[in-house]
């Protein structure tokens, strides 16, 4: 035996002290691997909808009512299986309303306890006791246990069962205990959480997701294009805080900076009615003015404009700064004949719908003001001072990464960059040359070091990589030849608004160019990629399923502003032990609809994988690293007996 073998078995030994330990664990394990997978939930593209979002946590995709029609098939009609499941979705709201209308409540009491008992029990047996006890509630933590474990060694059940609830009832905690019993079916259904990217921007709400994420029992998140971007404003890049103020008041979520994270922006208001007093600034309107008065609109597109200005002088910094990115054409602020009121764009010359820039110096043109650099250091300050951002921010860096390899899936939210010649695009990354997996590799070194290096230079390469995969070409999150934002501004001719897409969105049924993405990212060709970003038009007939099941494209537009386009309120992607379905959601009406009519998401499933045998944790990578285990166990055993280390007591 090696000497660095032998060490490693004593390391183990300390846990495992002799034969009778090592050999109980080895039981153990291998239990484990023979229990069914677990169920994974795939979520991409949230976009601030915090209440879609919720709901479609709550019902885990229709995987909560999948348990109650295994539980009580024909033997519940649909209106009470529609009621139990909105029980289980909203406990406290449900319970609230049912109290205003029933006349015998703990008939009720009774008659729900024993309902979710049942769901709990069928929902709690795919894991091993030691995992289930870890998820009860502590207050109720015994009292469950008791209730959906079978007990042999009781002999009238009935009884034993019927003597707990009525005590429940009777000392008055049966609400709670409804509560409790609803939340925990609620976390037993879903296993694993995946989120593929963009919880931020264009829907109110991204704070109220990551917070409620904070308290997920079990998830990872795949940046997406959107969270960089926040994720560069927390870590102090004036180009990507200038780029969310943007984003954020186009689409009408200044409540999300003032309210949600406490960004003062009054000195960019100051500023802007100071700059662009006399400006209507008509080409910025912010969508769904319709809230706001007229006052309120007027003070938010001169907003709108003062960002927007910002932005583009402090991207042109940056692309000066950082050659290798390679994206001078996007330097059009000194393309502009500012007397004609024109702008040559790829030597082609447009006029510009909007001319007057009282802010910008046509010898100097990416130069701020003083004023501009006084509204950019305050607006740094308090991004990067704000608590919430930052806990948001490592979330997202203690639970992220730029791609995930899971379970024979590949997961991420952009796209594997590619040359029109269906080649791996190389990218220039600070004078080094990446394409495919090592690229994703070195671009998510450079963003832990924007958070991490200890030199302030680093840090600054960091900070810019942020930027970059927001909208470089490069960049796997973004997809694209250019971001217009510019364009769709200034210029009224819409066919250079247009951004053309990476080859790759062209090679999505192509199946040898997906399996050279899977082969380099270390998996087979049976193999799936599951992959965001774009949403997929529903309503024009494009399928989520590309290349023959091989690739699920799971964005469907969970945002509103997608709606119209796609079809649908979002695709999401269930994975347990007897395959994966992709489900199609209709848009979400409203919490208060759902508690008030017991209505739910509308759901159409896809099956795009039938597991020819219900599959085991021993199928999974968590049953690879168990048989590891288990290996490294048996080789200490071995030990033990040949007296090569001592047993302990």
Excluded at 81 to 110: F, Q, S, V
Excluded at 343 to 362: A, E, K, N, W
Excluded at 395 to 419: E, I
């Amino acid at each position: 035996m090696e000497e660095m073998e032998l060490k490693y078995l004593q390391r183990l030994a300390e846990l495992f002290p002799n034969i009778a330990r090592a050999s109980t664990e080895i039981i153990n394990l291998q239990s484990i691997l023979n229990l069914p997978k677990g169920t994974e939930h795939f979520i991409t593209d949230i976009h601030g909808e915090y209440e879609s979002f919720s709901h479609v946590l709550r019902n885990g995709s229709g995987s909560v009512k999948k348990k109650i029609d295994d539980v009580f098939g024909h033997t519940l009609s649909s209106a009470d299986k529609d009621g139990l499941a909105t029980l289980i979705y909203y406990p406290r709201e449900k319970i609230h309303l049912i109290r205003k209308t029933e006349k015998n409540m703990e008939d009720w009491y009774r008659i729900t306890l024993y309902r979710l008992i049942e769901v709990c029990k069928r929902a709690s047996s795919k894991y091993t006791r030691s995992k289930v006890r870890k998820m009860l509630p502590p207050d109720f933590s015994f009292v469950i246990e008791e209730l959906i474990t079978e007990k042999a060694e009781v002999l009238d059940k009935e009884a034993y069962y019927n003597a707990i609830v009525d005590t429940i009832i009777d000392i008055g905690r049966a609400e709670p205990f409804i509560i409790a019993l609803s939340e925990l079916i609620q976390t037993l259904v879903v296993d694993h959480l995946h989120i593929l990217g963009d919880i931020y921007d264009r829907g109110p709400g991204p704070d109220r997701i990551l917070d409620k994420l904070m308290h997920y029992h079990s998830l990872d998140i795949t940046w997406g294009n959107h969270d960089i971007v926040w994720m560069g404003a927390a870590v102090g890049s004036r180009a990507c805080i200038a780029t969310v103020v943007r984003v954020s008041i186009r689409y009408g979520n200044l409540d999300l900076l003032e309210d949600g994270y406490g960004i003062n922006l009054l000195p960019l208001a100051t500023f802007a009615m100071n700059a662009y007093g006399n400006d209507p600034c008509e080409i910025f309107q912010v969508i769904g003015e319709d809230g706001y008065s007229k006052a309120e609109n007027e003070l938010n597109r001169k907003m709108h404009k003062a960002i927007t200005v910002l932005q583009l002088k402090l991207e042109g910094q940056l692309i000066r700064r950082s050659p290798g990115f390679g994206m001078e054409n996007r330097l059009l602020l000194d393309k502009i004949d500012y007397e004609n009121r024109t702008v040559t764009i790829d030597g082609q010359v447009y006029p510009m719908r909007d001319c007057l820039f009282p802010t910008i110096d046509p010898a100097d043109p990416y130069r701020l003001t003083p004023e501009e650099e006084l509204v950019m250091d305050r607006l740094r300050a308090a991004f990067v001072q704000c608590e919430k951002l930052r806990s948001h921010t490592a979330l997202l860096l203690n639970k992220g990464s730029l791609y995930k390899v899971c379970n024979n899936n590949l997961l991420y939210h952009g796209c594997v960059p590619f040359n029109e010649n269906g080649s791996f695009m190389q990218v220039d990354v600070y004078g080094k040359k990446y394409s495919g997996k090592a690229l994703y590799d070195i671009l998510e070194i450079y963003i832990r070091k924007a958070f991490f290096a200890e030199q302030e230079e680093e840090r600054q390469k960091g900070r810019d990589i942020l930027w970059f995969l927001w909208t470089s070409p490069g960049s796997p999150l973004f997809g694209r030849a250019k971001m217009a934002t510019f364009e769709r501004y200034f210029v009224e001719d819409k066919d250079v608004h247009k951004e053309k897409k990476n080859r790759y969105y062209q090679l999505l049924n192509d199946e040898e160019a997906m399996n050279r993405i899977l082969r380099e990212f270390g998996l087979g060709e049976d193999a799936h990629i599951v992959n965001g970003h774009v949403p997929v038009l529903q309503s024009s007939g494009e399928s989520p399923v590309k290349c023959g099941g091989k690739v699920l494209i799971i964005d469907g537009g969970f945002s509103k502003a997608y709606q119209k386009v796609t079809g649908i309120a979002g695709y999401t992607l269930i994975y347990n032990s007897w395959g994966m379905q992709l489900v199609a959601h209709k848009p979400f009406t409203s919490k208060e609809d759902a508690i008030l009519n017991e209505t739910d998401i509308h759901s159409d499933r896809i099956m795009v994988m039938n597991a020819p045998h219900r599959m085991r944790v021993a199928d999974t990578d968590t049953g690879k690293e168990l048989k590891e285990r288990i290996a490294e166990l048996k080789e200490l055993l071995k030990a033990y007996r040949s007296g090569l280390i001592g047993e302990r007591v």
